[in-house]
């Protein structure tokens, strides 16, 4: 079977058991340890989940796509850009956005391990961190968008791929979908995915 026909593998789209158990061990040993209650490690991951979840970034998405100033503050340093919004704190430091035009479109991956902008992004899905992903993005990212995340690039599209490390995490600003011009900052932000920011994935005015 050729590279061509291989079938796409998408395994690594679904969240891991034995690293969930293993999470779990660890999160038992610490607890165990006194290091940590197990309170604080609910309240933070229900924080990270619920409350910072990719609404933050979506919040700033939006405010770009309304506010063109706002948007170059957010191009030339993101963190300062998010403080305005009230945004900072965990992995917050050393964001960089970098924006989809109808020429480029971004993509973030940490081939690393799994660097991502806590701050704006909440907590990284389980894919984001697999081997798969970090290996595959990097090497045929229109492929892997395509067969694994169903979201085609157009051939004339340039596709960047941008590697997060501590000192650096990036997120993306999509396009601003057309037929929105009616819409609220709000209800953009509505629109705005944690898939579409880590550029796996469209924004689709509803
Ligand atoms: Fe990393």
Known sequence: MSAESKPPDRDYLVPEAEVELRVKALEALVVEKGLVSTDALDRISAHYEDEVGP???????????????FK???LADA???CEELGIKGLRGEHLRAVED???VHNVVVCTLCSCYPWAVLGLPPSWYKSPEYRAKVVLEPRRTLADDFGFPVPEEVTVR??????????????????????MSEAELAELVTREAMIGV???TAT
């Open 161 to 182: 791929v941008w590697d997060s490390n501590s000192e650096l995490r990036y997120f993306v600003i999509p396009q601003h979908p057309e037929g929105t011009e009616h």
């Open 101 to 103: 035009t109808p020429e």
């Open 79 to 81: 963190t300062a850009a």
């Open 72 to 74: 170059e503050r957010l």
């Open 201 to 203: 994935g469209p924004v």
């Open 55 to 69: 609404r933050d970034g979506a919040r700033v998405i939006a405010r770009a796509w309304v506010d063109p100033a």
